[in-house]
């Protein structure tokens, strides 16, 4: 059974780009959620997506948008990179309903903005 | 004010150690307790969630729960070196939001 997976692994930018990360959640899991975590830091919750609609939305500008497709995968994009995107940004999955407190996570896309 | 607090450490101890990993939060609201582990340049891994107050054990791991002090722990037994890595609290809302602390960088010494 695979679990989370995240493309790119790594992933250098300059600033002003944009940049689309990718997520397929762990099998049967229908609800992915994105966490930036700079280091030394815990993860931030950025937005979680649930039947193809945002359901909940942290404190990040709109820079940062997502999509999630139907067969539950999801896209991360970041528009106009700043040197403060620089981070490990992490999926996580798990199931809608009552199960949402087990959310398991993917290895993580590092992005370095330069 | 942070919601969850957590001592980012580092603490390091020799092997068989009793560990004791702590945090604070704030708000009552939280329902459920979480604890991840974090390897060097991985995901976190869930290690044990708790519901209420109370304790939870899972081999040689021990969560507490204390609601009415707001503060939670995690006890690690018998502690080896494959336990070194960042532990990460995480507290939930209802709906899915995780709010984690800063974590707190262990090392275990043979």
Redesign the interface.
Known sequence: DAG?TQSPTHLIKTRGQQVTLRCSPKSGHD?V?W?QQAL??????IF?YYEEEE??R?NFPDRFSGHQFPNYSSELNVNALLLGDSALY?C?S?LGGAR?????????T?LTVL | QKE?E?D?GPLSVPEGAIVSLNCTYSNSAF??F?W?RQYS??????LM?T?SSGNKEDGRFTAQVDKSSKYISLFIRDSQPSDSATY?C?M?R??????????TELSVKP
């Not at chain 1, 030394?40 to 919750?45: H, L, M, R, Y």
């Open positions: 989370v609800t959620s966490y030394g830091q815990g993860p931030q919750f979680q359901r909940q942290g992490l996580a798990s949402y407190n087990e959310q398991f996570f993917g290895p993580g590092r | 969850v957590q980012p329902q459920y979480m991840y340049r991985k995901g976190p891994e869930l969630y519901y990460l995480a939930i209802e709906g899915g939001k995780l709010i984690f602390g800063q974590g």
